[in-house]
């Protein structure tokens, strides 16, 4: 039994990130998870319809159904034994995965670099960045009562893997993130955007999956957008990684930031 879902409303509402007009979009059933694309594995149907909004002005996606729910719905419905039927690479593999490309990205700098994990969830990624030589490398996510313990002082790098998607404050999540971030420091994280041709989809696009907690899907002029907001510039590394900084560290300052202002295309 799911209760307090947010009743359906025709209307529009704001965007939760630039305020624009956010109308219904679609709706897909509560169990519609990312495995039914990633790994074959198909729930029964819930008989719960999740309506999704997309802003007519960033593009934004997300639903609002969630918006009642406390940590302890969350942990109930969504974040319960099952979810790893949903997200199989959550535990280690992923993670670990993470931890290879951060590593090889900033093998030069990793005895000056501190690093905060954001919303990771395990300390997989950590241990692994401490072993391999980074200064430091600490996890913080305030859903995981071991991690939840709030970091002092302020870091190089800030990752934040496959956790924005997750957040139904998505602006107030940003905001918390960028606390932690050194003048110089950078952000760099995954969530996937939706590709150029998203409305031939619609919500049958994999990565919509209320069952996954799937419930912010950022555009690139979304994430531009609330990043802005502070000051910072985002960069779409891929449909999936992303940077976000005020100002580039020494070591990247060769870089030509005017050239980052715009987001690339979806597809080269
Ligand atoms: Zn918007």
């Not at 998870?33 to 790994?39: D, G, I, P, W």
């Not at 990752?159 to 404050?169: I, K, S």
């Not at 918390?176 to 952000?187: C, D, K, P, W």
Request: net charge negative; aromatic share 14%; hydrophobic share 40%.
């Amino acid at each position: 039994m799911i209760d307090s879902l947010r009743p359906f409303s025709a209307a529009a509402v704001p965007c939760k990130i630039c305020g624009g007009a956010a109308a219904p979009y679609g709706v897909v059933d509560f169990h519609k998870s990312c495995a039914e694309a990633t790994n074959g594995v198909r729930l029964p149907l819930s008989g719960v319809p999740i309506y999704y909004r997309r802003c007519a002005v960033c593009d934004f996606l997300f639903t609002d159904a969630f918006d009642d729910w406390s940590h302890d719905q969350f942990k109930a419905h969504i974040y319960n034994d099952d979810y790893q039927t949903v997200d199989p690479d959550y535990r280690t593999r992923r993670p670990s995965e993470n931890a290879r490309f951060v590593a090889q990205l900033w093998d030069a700098h990793k005895a000056q670099t501190r690093v905060l994990d954001y919303g990771g969830g395990n300390d997989v990624f950590c241990t692994a960045l401490r072993a391999g030589g980074f200064q430091a490398a600490i996890t913080y996510d305030p859903m995981t009562p071991e991690h939840a313990r709030r970091p002092s002082g302020k870091f190089e790098l800030v990752t934040c893997f496959e956790t924005l998607e997750h957040l139904p404050d998505p602006a107030g999540g940003i905001a918390s993130i960028l606390e932690y971030a050194a003048e110089t420091g950078l952000i760099f994280f995954s969530t996937c955007t939706p590709p150029a041709d998203f409305n031939n989809y619609g919500l049958h696009w994999w990565y919509v999956g209320p069952r996954n907690g799937h419930i912010s899907i950022f555009s690139r002029q979304s994430l531009k957008r609330a990043f802005a907001v502070h000051g910072y510039k985002y960069v779409a590394c891929s449909d999936n990684l992303h940077l976000a900084f005020r100002k580039l560290p020494q070591f990247l300052a060769h870089l030509d930031t005017s050239r980052l202002d715009e987001p690339a295309p979806a597809h080269a």
